[in-house]
């Protein structure tokens, strides 16, 4: 019967053996060195382990090294396993070819496995279901990676002090995107955000209300001239009308005018008599329901801001 060698093994670091100058330090034997540590093959003295690897942190399928490949994405807080789950193909495998039809049931199976345990209890199942509200969200309104992923762990931090007990999942969802804007200066408006939610409007603004509470939101108050680019969009006004409108706003802003006021109808009132010193046909009440606010509002509101205007041309002149 042949003999198997010594050195034979089957563990991928033991597989290529290196010889050594050196020699042992306590019996002065040979020394090898292997892929994880340096042993003495007399003693079996571990002079050294732990070796630092200097190869580089990528490997290359292709023959000259342009295809660097690492071992995944980075982690993301947008997914409620950091994005370290595994994803099961469909009908092709890592190599684009097609797979065949026995090989598709089995993934098929597999996929019906990992989905019933994924998820280790209710809360993360909560947690996995409402990250992909925020993500919807978020893409409806085409917001940056960045403000996403901050509503994400604005989510997290909702669920950790207990805010989802009673109440909606799509609810705390938009209302943590709702509240990442506002904290960015960048409010969107809850209309349009209850018309991509699944929730209605005091839903929303209740959730708000409660992380703002709760959490200690970092809100801005919303300025008047950042609405005035989405309503001079839907009046389709000219560009020297939307100058004057933001102009006006941010003159109002640094007044008292806007203290105390609705920024919708802030911003309405600017746009309008911005429009009326160009020449353009609009009327009060489409620049109203276009800004979500009432005629009557935007007349008070225009007042100040004509007697402000007129008081600041009579300081010009003189």
Avoid at 50 to 75: V, Y
Avoid at 144 to 159: H, K, N, P, Y
Avoid at 163 to 182: F, H, M, T, W
Wanted: proline content about 3%.
């Amino acid at each position: 019967m042949a003999t198997r060698n010594i050195y034979e093994t089957v563990f991928d670091e033991d597989v290529q053996h290196e010889s050594s100058s050196n020699n042992c330090p306590e019996c002065n034997g040979h020394v090898a060195t292997n892929a994880v540590e340096t042993v003495c093959e007399d003693c079996g003295l571990v002079i050294a382990d732990q070796q630092i690897d200097h190869g580089p942190e990528w490997r290359s399928f292709e023959d000259d090294d342009s295809n660097h490949k690492r071992t995944g994405s980075t982690l993301t807080a947008a997914r409620h396993d950091r994005g370290l789950s595994t994803e099961i193909g469909r009908r092709t495998d890592g190599k684009g070819n097609t797979l065949s039809g026995s090989k598709r049931c089995q993934l098929a199976r597999l996929r019906r496995e990992q989905t019933r345990g994924r998820f280790q209890s209710k809360a993360e199942r909560n947690l996995a279901h409402g990250l992909g509200e925020v993500r919807r969200v978020a893409s409806a309104f085409g917001l940056a990676g960045s403000v996403r992923d901050q509503a994400c762990q604005l989510f997290r931090s909702a669920q950790r002090e207990d805010l989802l007990l009673g109440r909606s999942i799509e609810a705390i969802a938009a209302a943590s995107v709702y509240g990442v804007c506002r904290c960015h200066g960048r409010p969107i408006a809850r209309d349009d955000l209850v018309d991509v939610a699944r929730v209605d409007h005091s839903g929303v603004t209740n959730a708000y209300k409660t992380l703002n509470r709760e959490l200690g939101l970092p809100t801005k108050p919303v300025a008047p001239q950042s609405l005035i680019p989405k309503l001079a969009s839907e009046l389709d006004v000219d560009k020297r009308v939307r100058r004057r409108a933001r102009a006006l706003a941010e003159r109002a802003h640094e007044t008292s005018i806007a203290n105390g006021c609705l920024p919708s109808g802030v911003a309405a009132a600017c746009l309008y008599l911005a429009s009326r010193e160009h020449g353009e046909s609009l009327t009060q009440t489409q620049v109203a329901e276009a800004a979500g606010t009432t005629p009557t509002t935007l007349r008070a509101r225009r007042a100040e801001l004509t007697e402000l205007v007129d008081g600041e041309v009579q300081v010009a002149s003189t």
